[in-house]
């Protein structure tokens, strides 16, 4: 009997409530419609209230023009933020993902100057070699068994040395002519391209992580390994999956910051990987594991660019950016930590 203290939490109980038939055993009832969570309507009361407050501040604050371009220069990062959801629910964490981008973009911008690839196969090699980064990243994870932490510490200087070195930390201009570049560039009825991924994406994965079988298994292996395993659930494969996955969405971010700049430059990237974490954080995505919200990263991702957009606007200076956003997640995590208790 010991080992149903196992099962106890609601996540494992949904999970061996559905895979019982398989397994001979079902405890638990069906979950119930999904709830609406506090730290998803938190976040959304705070972008409102900068909202109010920063359009008070500066009558350029709320305008079509500027919204939207706040909406192009969040998106880059915002993808990055639902694959770290990911990470973060299967109870792990990956700080290379900046320096992947600036690999990625360095590697399409490569193929097509020097080798003369079709901008787009090279945006398809650079998703793959994303997904290649996330696998080093999850496969030394588990086969060094530490925490990820430590591993992508050193793959975050390996990506990044490796780009500056190849690139001998010199930019690489793309003047190819291609429709390639309306990703980062283009708009469609007027809403730029990358926020409309952005948004896309953002509907995308918030239904694999709450409404799919694997989605359930990722939330299982962040909050109880080990009730995971009893469970039936590969947890060393949901592990590297959610690395992989992490890999790609870097390698689509670094192809579409690419498209939008249209040239390499050694800095693409740096501490996105940072805000990224905050953004998750923001939306309620438990560091300990078994929790995230990719809706709740989509709206700390608002957050924080109306911030920084916002500060700038009413005459902070922009070097304050990183002071007030690191505030923020302080007091994201705080909050947090305070409706854990009370759900406890």
């Known amino acids: 009997m010991k080992f149903i203290k196992f099962f106890s939490t609601p996540i494992m109980k949904s999970i061996v409530g559905e895979q019982g038939a398989e397994g001979g055993v079902r405890m638990g009832p069906r979950p119930a419609r999904r709830r609406i969570f506090f730290e998803e309507i938190g976040v959304l009361v705070a972008v409102l209230l900068i909202v109010v407050i920063l359009s008070l501040g500066s009558p350029y604050f709320l305008t079509v023009?500027?919204?939207?371009?706040?909406?192009?220069?969040?998106?880059?990062?915002g993808l990055l933020s639902f694959g770290m959801s990911f990470v973060i629910a299967s109870g792990q964490i990956d700080i290379s993902?900046?320096?992947?981008?600036?690999?990625?973009?360095?590697?399409?911008?490569?193929?097509?100057?020097?080798?003369?690839?079709?901008?787009?196969?090279?945006?398809?090699?650079?998703?793959?070699?994303?997904?290649?980064?996330?696998?080093?990243?999850?496969?030394?994870?588990?086969?060094?068994?530490?925490?990820?932490?430590?591993?992508?510490?050193?793959?975050?200087?390996?990506?990044?040395?490796?780009?500056?070195?190849?690139?001998?930390?010199?930019?690489?201009?793309?003047?190819?002519?291609?429709?390639?570049?309306?990703?980062?560039?283009?708009?469609?009825?007027?809403?730029?391209?990358?926020?409309?991924?952005?948004?896309?994406?953002?509907?995308?994965?918030?239904?694999?992580?709450?409404?799919?079988?694997?989605?359930?298994?990722?939330?299982?292996?962040?909050?109880?390994?080990?009730?995971?395993?009893?469970?039936?659930?590969?947890?060393?494969?949901?592990?590297?999956?959610?690395?992989?996955?992490?890999?790609?969405?870097?390698?689509?971010?670094?192809?579409?910051?690419?498209?939008?700049?249209?040239?390499?430059d050694p800095n693409i990237g740096a501490g996105m990987?940072?805000?990224?974490?905050?953004?998750?954080?923001?939306?309620?995505?438990?560091?300990?594991?078994?929790?995230?919200?990719?809706i709740g990263a989509m709206l700390g991702t608002v957050l924080i660019g109306l911030l920084n957009n916002g500060l700038v606007l009413i005459g902070v200076g922009a070097y304050w950016n990183s002071f007030v956003t690191g505030a923020v997640i302080l007091v994201a995590i705080a909050v947090s930590f305070v409706m854990k208790l009370k759900r406890k």
């Open 65 to 77: 023009n500027n919204l939207l371009r706040v909406g192009r220069q969040m998106a880059f990062v």
């Open 97 to 264: 993902v900046g320096r992947i981008i600036t690999l990625v973009s360095f590697i399409i911008a490569t193929l097509i100057t020097r080798f003369d690839f079709d901008p787009w196969i090279a945006f398809g090699a650079g998703i793959l070699l994303g997904g290649v980064c996330g696998f080093i990243n999850g496969g030394l994870t588990l086969l060094f068994k530490v925490h990820p932490m430590i591993i992508t510490l050193g793959t975050m200087n390996l990506f990044w040395g490796l780009a500056v070195g190849l690139s001998n930390a010199k930019p690489v201009v793309v003047e190819t002519d291609s429709n390639f570049f309306l990703l980062g560039q283009g708009k469609l009825f007027g809403v730029p391209v990358p926020l409309i991924i952005f948004i896309v994406m953002s509907i995308l994965l918030h239904i694999v992580l709450k409404k799919t079988q694997y989605g359930r298994h990722v939330l299982a292996v962040g909050s109880n390994p080990q009730a995971a395993r009893y469970a039936g659930i590969r947890e060393k494969w949901i592990r590297l999956s959610t690395m992989i996955l992490m890999g790609l969405i870097a390698g689509l971010a670094g192809g579409i910051t690419l498209a939008f700049f249209q040239t390499f």
């Open 273 to 294: 990987e940072m805000t990224a974490i905050g953004a998750a954080v923001i939306g309620g995505a438990d560091l300990m594991g078994g929790y995230a919200s990719v």
